[in-house]
Nanobody, 123 residues
Framework: VQLQASGGGLVQAGDSLRLSCGASGRAYSSFPKGWFRQAPGKEREFVGN????????VYADSVKGRFTISKDNAKNTVYLQMNSLKPEDTAVYYCAIKIGSGSSSDDSLYRYWGKGTLVTVSS
């Protein structure tokens, strides 16, 4: 299975952007999927994830209330709606499949990392 994140771009602070994460094939379609980001010079950090039914989401405190994860199982796609963007949200955003049991924010439990998409928020 391969994941591909898309939808990144250059926006201004306060703007909104929606990222998509498409998966090739249906393998692991019933597993949770997560979003992570990595800013220049920083470690990768958890953004949020969603369970396979799409009725349970978990978010990092830094994005709670601004970002929303949803999914369309028919399209095998997960979305990250980002509102009220801040310059500190600038990063490459990645999606991945949570294979292992444990904390949603533990990136070692995720596999099949897709190519990221760059989000740049100017002040």
């Amino acid at each position: 299975v391969q994941l591909q994140a898309s939808g990144g771009g250059l926006v201004q602070a306060g703007d909104s952007l929606r990222l998509s994460c498409g998966a090739s094939g249906r393998a692991y379609s019933s597993f949770p999927k997560g979003w992570f980001r990595q800013a220049p010079g920083k470690e990768r950090e958890f953004v949020g994830n969603i369970n396979w039914r799409g009725d349970n989401t978990v978010y990092a405190d830094s994005v709670k209330g601004r970002f929303t994860i949803s999914k369309d199982n028919a399209k095998n796609t997960v979305y990250l709606q980002m509102n009220s963007l801040k310059p500190e949200d600038t990063a490459v955003y990645y999606c991945a499949i949570k294979i292992g049991s444990g904390s949603s924010s533990d990136d070692s439990l995720y596999r099949y990392w897709g190519k990221g998409t760059l989000v740049t928020v100017s002040s």
